[in-house]
């Protein structure tokens, strides 16, 4: 069946620092790729979406890029702040052959120090 | 609108014991799901509604585990006989329709002693 791995946590950087969260899927069709995070005390968010392969999805400064040849969705940001730190979790959503439900990783936990 | 509410926030019950959780999705929202998040790992998902119609169950979802939408509006997740290994975290999020975005409520946290 589908299934997503990304990168084992925690994961400390120091403020300004790059930052790569590493994520891979499993999908027998063309699935929607998600990264969701989750702040300290509050619910899952979506953070940014690709639909098909080569999009690049972005915001808040986070970029992935839906990469088919390596089947692989990584998480990037240039320079990460205190406020970043977060639970990001990497998803897939295969709409065509099932009914939309999202398949999640483990999740990273990210800490940014300043 | 406020987004995806779910009640109660906490649930701490003893073992053998029936519990109910409230989610009431973003009104306009045809799709519900619902998920469980145990501690360290990613939401698995449970089930989920078109409309008050429950489309589809995990195989996570034992026999202990029930689910309504009535009238399509707010949905309850019903377990009964509650077991050690059912302490985890509920969530539960809505959708206009399948592809698009799933909004997550705040979830649910279940402790059974």
């Known amino acids: 069946g589908d299934s997503v791995t990304q990168m084992e946590g925690p994961v400390t950087l120091s403020e300004e620092a790059f930052l790569t969260i590493n994520c891979t899927y499993t999908?027998?069709?063309?699935?929607?790729l998600f990264w969701y995070v989750q702040y300290p005390g509050e619910g899952l968010q979506l953070l940014l979406k690709?639909?098909?392969?080569?999009d690049k999805g972005s915001n808040k400064g986070f970029e992935a890029t839906y990469r088919k040849e390596t089947t692989s969705f990584h998480l990037e940001k240039g320079s990460v702040q205190v406020s970043d730190s977060a639970v990001y979790f990497c998803a897939l959503s295969d709409y065509g052959g099932s009914q939309g439900n999202l398949i999640f990783g483990k999740g990273t936990k990210l800490s940014v120090k300043p | 609108d406020t987004g995806v509410s779910q009640d109660p926030r906490h649930k701490i019950t003893k073992r053998g014991q029936n519990v109910t959780f409230r989610c009431d999705p973003i009104?306009?929202?045809?799709?519900l799901y619902w998920y469980r998040q145990t501690l360290g790992q990613g939401p698995e998902f449970l089930t989920y509604f078109q409309n008050e119609a429950q489309l589809e169950k995990s195989r996570l979802l034992s026999d202990r585990f029930s689910a309504e939408r009535p009238k399509g509006s707010f949905s309850t997740l019903e377990i009964q006989r509650t077991e050690q290994g059912d302490s985890a975290m509920y969530l539960c999020?809505?959708?206009?329709?399948?592809?698009?975005?799933?909004?997550f409520g705040p979830g649910t946290r279940l402790t059974v002693t």
């Open positions: 690709a639909t098909k392969a080569d």
């Open positions: 009104s306009e929202h045809n799709r």
């Open positions: 999020a809505s959708s206009f329709d399948t592809t698009y975005e799933q909004y």
């Open positions: 999908a027998t069709g063309y699935p929607s």
